[in-house]
């Protein structure tokens, strides 16, 4: 058999599956992320010769290949908000990539140190890892296609939070790096950290993903509004701009994943009834599944052949406390004060997808400088990933219709009541 073709075979049927399992799987107990990661697991259970699902996903075609994905996504994710951008409107997500981020960063970071005994740099990066939530992985909780008006605050808190979050991780990644390289020197590495990695690639990300964004606003829409420049034709411009804006971001030594969300909210914040972000939106979705179908598959894959192999008791306890525990109290001490009903702090506290940016993260890490905990963070993060595509893939969908149920029902309740004042 020739791997290769049937490989293509896998991939093409894969993704296009994704042509109706989403409205299929819409009222049912499954998402199609958890159905793709069974279906790599018992792909990989036969003898195919398929791609390594090597644990171990340091290797640099494995980072480059979650960072497309995730750049990608980032692109799709800014395209579809809505809200400009002010303390009033984004109050909620500032706070849960703040407070509730720093939170879960320290919390993981001293179990990971106390109870696993972690190094100090291994245990960091755990808590960097899993911190941030996916915007790959969070659709169904995530505001709709940029021509949908439905926007509610816990689906617009999440979106903007894995937006914003997954550029806001990278201090943190680097913060790990640079913890075991200069352990055993001298050199300021603090100083150099906080100037560089923490304020400077934030600051560069921010001013160029804005800047980005203004150019493509007004070369799509403003110029050919006032002169006779043509209409941009062909919606890969979302692709083209997702890629100038991450590259020369990172050519300046900035963050390009907060980049390309900035730009991507930049330029939805423009001409907002076009439909023409509709369709970039659309592509790059398409895009973002193609690749999402196929990753999957291989971490199916990896869990079958060895990713768990050095998950320990307390690693998997760990992973159940951080989604059940963690991640709640620390989004609920970040949303202290915020005029939101209780059950939908709940519900922005309870779903916080972890995935593909996860694993970017750590085989950044990895490939970076060589960890001697590598093969238990690796199984710590496949085994929460894992717990968090069935355990939100199970519940999301369910906990966003009773949302949907309760104001429903709240606006109802408010008519009847004014209709009632008037008689």
């Known amino acids: 058999m020739n791997s290769y073709v049937f490989i293509l075979t896998i991939i093409g049927l894969a993704a296009l599956s994704m042509a109706w399992l989403p409205s299929l799987l819409d009222k049912s107990f499954l998402s199609y992320p958890i159905l793709f990661m069974a279906v790599g697991g018992v792909l990989y259970l036969f003898p195919f010769e398929l791609p390594s699902p090597n644990p171990l996903w340091q ?214 009834e076009n439909m023409y972000h509709t369709e970039m939106h659309d592509f790059v979705h398409q895009l973002e599944h193609i690749l999402l179908v196929v990753l999957l598959m291989v971490f199916g894959g990896s869990l079958v052949h060895g990713l768990l192999d050095h998950l320990t008791w307390n690693g998997a306890l760990i992973g159940l406390a951080f989604l059940f525990i963690i991640r709640p109290i620390a989004a609920l001490i970040g949303l202290t004060g915020v005029k939101v009903p209780i059950h939908e702090k709940l519900a922005i506290s309870f779903i916080g997808i972890r995935g593909i940016g996860s694993f970017f993260y750590l085989s950044f890490a990895l490939d970076k400088i060589d960890f001697a905990d590598a093969n238990e963070l690796w199984s710590i993060v496949g085994f929460i990933v894992m717990v968090s595509i069935i355990l939100h893939g199970v519940s999301a969908s369910r906990v966003m219709r009773y949302l949907d149920w309760t104001r429903a029902r709240a606006t109802r309740k408010k008519k009847a009541a004014v209709t009632a004042a008037k008689r």
Do not use: C
């Not at 009033?88 to 939170?103: A, D, E, G, Q, Y």
């Not at 740099?121 to 995530?142: I, K």
């Not at 020197?185 to 603090?190: A, E, I, N, V």
């Not at 919606?235 to 907060?258: H, Q």
């Open 59 to 272: 290797e640099e075609y494995v980072v480059r290949l979650t960072e497309l994905l995730v750049i990608i996504s980032l692109m799709g994710t800014g395209l579809k908000i809505r809200r400009k951008i002010s303390w009033k409107n984004w109050h909620i997500p500032f706070r849960l990539v703040s407070i509730t981020m720093l939170l879960s960063i320290a919390m993981l970071g001293f179990i990971g140190w106390g109870i696993l005994g972690l190094t100090p740099a291994a245990a960091v990066l755990l808590g960097a890892v899993l911190a941030p939530t996916d915007p790959v992985l969070a659709e169904q909780v995530q505001v709709g296609p940029p021509h949908d008006t439905r926007e509610d605050d816990v689906r617009f808190s999440l979106t903007a939070e894995a937006g914003l979050n997954d550029g806001m991780a990278f201090p943190f990644t680097w913060l790990a790096v640079v913890i075991a390289v200069g352990s055993g020197t001298s050199d300021p590495w603090l100083t150099d950290w906080l100037w560089r990695d923490l304020l400077y690639r934030i600051v560069a990300g921010i001013i160029i993903g804005y800047l980005v964004g203004r150019l493509l606003v007004f070369l799509l829409f403003q110029l050919p509004q006032k002169t006779s420049f043509p209409k941009a034709e062909g919606a890969f411009v979302s692709l083209s701009t997702t890629l100038v804006s991450y590259g020369v971001t990172e050519l300046a030594y900035g963050y390009g994943f907060l980049a390309v969300f900035v730009t991507a909210i930049t330029m939805s914040s423009f001409e907002v």
